[in-house]
């Protein structure tokens, strides 16, 4: 199975502030990658397909950049509801794996 | 908009089968595949698997031996059954959209399955 980690596992930062998770395989995937946004009690979101694709409905602030093993997330400017964990998670083959994630919080 | 809703026992005892179903409305489900992740509390996603609407399936190989996924296409359904549960079974499960390249765009509600005697 391809082995997601991201890091780092919790962050803290503030309303305003750019912060960049980032993830890594440990293969290379290409640019099969999607991140997700997950709030408690919720289902995950998608945010990011094809390690850059922004989906629709989710805010300009968010862009993801990477190929091969390593990709990023960045969020612009944090606005309250972006607190939260976000996963990664490889495309590329099955079994589908996600990253253990990031836990963002103020 | 796709609307995937689960539904089945909340609790399933111990060497058990644990069966959930999710029905999918707002969007025909050909062309799609259909999937069930799950979550332990307090730790990361896991994907188990899925189903397109011929019937084929893609399973995970930890869950090999142990799960079912089918769809009834007529009902606008599909389901996941999961034998010989343990208490390391006990997380969310959710039903989910795969478009077909694994890009996982529309999620159930999740449903928390506790395994206990």
């Known amino acids: 199975d391809i082995q997601m980690t991201q890091s780092p596992s919790s962050l803290s930062a503030s309303v305003g502030d750019t912060v960049t998770l980032t993830c890594r395989a440990n293969?290379?995937?290409?640019?099969?990658l999607s991140w997700f946004q997950q709030t408690p009690g919720a289902a995950p979101k998608l945010l990011i397909s094809v390690a850059s694709g922004l989906r629709n409905g989710v805010p300009s602030r968010f862009s993801g950049t990477g190929s091969g093993t390593d990709f990023s997330l960045t969020i612009n400017s944090l606005q309250p509801d972006d607190f939260a964990t976000y996963y990664c998670q490889q495309t590329y083959k099955t079994p589908y794996t996600f990253g253990e994630g990031t836990k963002l919080d103020i | 908009q796709v609307h995937l809703q689960e539904s089945g026992p909340r609790l399933v005892r111990p060497s058990e089968t644990l069966s959930l179903t999710c029905g999918v409305s707002?969007?025909?489900?050909?062309?799609?595949?259909w999937s069930w992740i799950r979550q332990p509390p307090g730790k990361p996603l896991e994907w188990i698997g899925y189903?397109?609407?011929?019937?084929?399936?893609n399973y995970n190989p930890s869950f090999k031996s142990r799960v079912a996924i089918s769809v009834d296409t007529s009902k606008n359904e599909f389901s996941l059954k999961l034998t010989s549960v343990t208490t390391a079974d006990t997380a969310v499960y959710y039903c989910?959209?795969?478009?077909?390249?694994?890009?996982?765009?529309?999620w159930g509600q999740g449903t928390l399955v506790t395994v206990s005697s």
């Open positions: 989910a959209r795969d478009d077909t390249t694994g890009v996982i765009d529309f």
């Open positions: 707002g969007d025909s489900m050909r062309t799609y595949y």
């Open positions: 293969e290379n995937i290409k640019k099969f």
């Open positions: 189903v397109y609407t011929t019937g084929r399936t």
